[in-house]
């Protein structure tokens, strides 16, 4: 048979590329090489996919990143350790606070500093405020890629609903930059908890609507029941972490095998849990999402209990001016939102980092991708891409 081999309009969504023979048929075929963006409505923003097609079945998957490389990294080896919070919160747009935390983390555990009881307690408030934000995001939009428009509206109600406390406390709707090394940038306005219980209980109150909605529709089922069943042993071998772990069963949270801030005492005092499923598919990696919004949402409001009884007191350690971190290397990870973030700093005793690597969450979480999408459908993969859970600027950084 001859080879026929043509060249579409390379990256675009429309590109493609002929040649070779396809598995699984009687007649001879040839694979199609389809590119799925980087600019697509089934990809999250600027991410490429190089699928290789028999038919409308996949072969193989190539994520293709990079689109949206920045630097960060470089970037941070010369800015101070204040400067550095202007961009460590950008990489995950819908995870600023839970990302500037974990480089001030980093910072302090270098210099053995020990943060005021209030701002621990006020940075796990606000940690899981930003948690929900987070999730609301995906529970709105996952169904808006499967053809569910309404959900998004009530995900979104939800959002500002959360969202006025957060922009009322720091000024900041997207990026907070709130959190200082040794503390927090100030203390909470008069009435903030109360209106921040308000908040916590309007959302709680409504949540049901998005579940109502969405969990028991059977054109969402049919969608995403049994699709992109992912197992622990891929989980491992890639490092994928967070609800997508959980989903296929990993029952992993660094909130409670690694504690930090309160949560030692949350898990305690049993009011943090670690949600999971065993399923492993899109319909699972949902629910885990949607629950976990009931999990943050009873940590605001233990957290809110227990703010309520703390005295009057700093929320910041006093720092010299030129902030200088003693020679070392140290390695602070975070459960964020969408899963394990991973800072290594190492320093010289200057006053700017000689090296800080982020391990962020999405890009493990796409790494996947390879071994997940192989034998599924086009339909199918923009249920999977979108389960996934991630964020393009935290893949690339």
């Known amino acids: 048979m001859s080879v026929e081999r043509v060249v579409g309009v390379g990256a675009g969504a429309g590109g493609f590329e002929r040649g070779g023979t396809g598995a699984g048929s009687e007649l001879p075929t040839t694979d199609m090489v389809l590119n799925i963006g980087p600019q697509h409505p089934a990809t999250h923003g600027v991410l490429r996919l190089r699928l290789t097609l028999d038919g409308e079945r996949i072969v193989s998957c190539e994520p293709i990143v990079g689109y949206m490389h920045r630097g960060a990294e470089k970037l941070f080896e010369v800015r101070d350790y204040r400067q550095i919070l202007v961009l460590a919160n950008r990489h995950d747009w819908l995870s600023a606070f839970s990302n500037e935390l974990g480089v001030v983390l980093a910072v302090e555990r270098m210099m053995g500093l020990e943060v005021p009881i209030r701002a621990v307690w006020l940075r796990t408030l606000l940690a899981e405020l930003n948690r929900i934000l987070n999730h609301l995001m995906f529970l709105g939009s996952y169904p808006l890629e499967l053809g569910a428009i309404t959900p998004v509206f009530y995900a979104f109600r939800e959002r500002e609903t959360i969202q006025a406390v957060m922009e009322e406390l720091s000024g900041g709707r997207m990026h907070y930059m709130f ?12 009435g903030w908890l109360e209106r921040t219980g308000a908040a916590s209980a309007a959302v709680r109150r409504r949540l049901p609507d998005i579940e109502n909605l969405i969990l028991g529709n ?3 089922r049919a969608r995403t029941v049994g699709v ?11 490092g994928v972490s967070g609800p997508i772990a959980r989903a296929s069963g990993v029952d992993a949270d660094l909130r409670r095998d690694e504690p930090y801030l309160a949560y030692d005492e ?21 629910s885990v999402l949607l629950e976990q919004v009931k999990v943050s949402l009873d940590l605001v409001d233990a957290c809110l209990d227990r703010l309520r009884t703390l005295p009057a007191g700093p929320v910041s350690t006093r720092l010299p001016k030129i902030l200088k971190v003693p020679e070392g290397q140290t390695y602070t990870w975070t459960e964020n939102p969408l899963g394990i973030n991973g800072y290594y700093l190492v320093s010289r005793g200057d ?3 000689w090296r800080l690597k982020l391990r962020s969450a999405s890009f493990n979480n796409i790494s996947v991708l390879p071994e997940l999408l192989p034998t599924t459908t086009i339909p199918d993969l923009i249920a999977i891409l979108g389960s996934m859970f991630f964020v393009v600027g935290d893949i690339d950084k």
């Open 266 to 286: 949350l898990t305690q005092d049993g009011v943090l849990r670690v949600v999971t499923r065993t399923e492993g598919d899109c319909y699972a990696r949902f």
């Open 228 to 238: 992109g069943r992912l197992s622990p042993e891929l989980i491992a071998a890639y």
């Open 218 to 220: 059977e054109i969402f």
């Open 351 to 353: 006053k700017t980092p």
């Open 179 to 190: 959190n200082r090394v040794g503390g927090l940038k100030e203390d909470i306005p008069l």
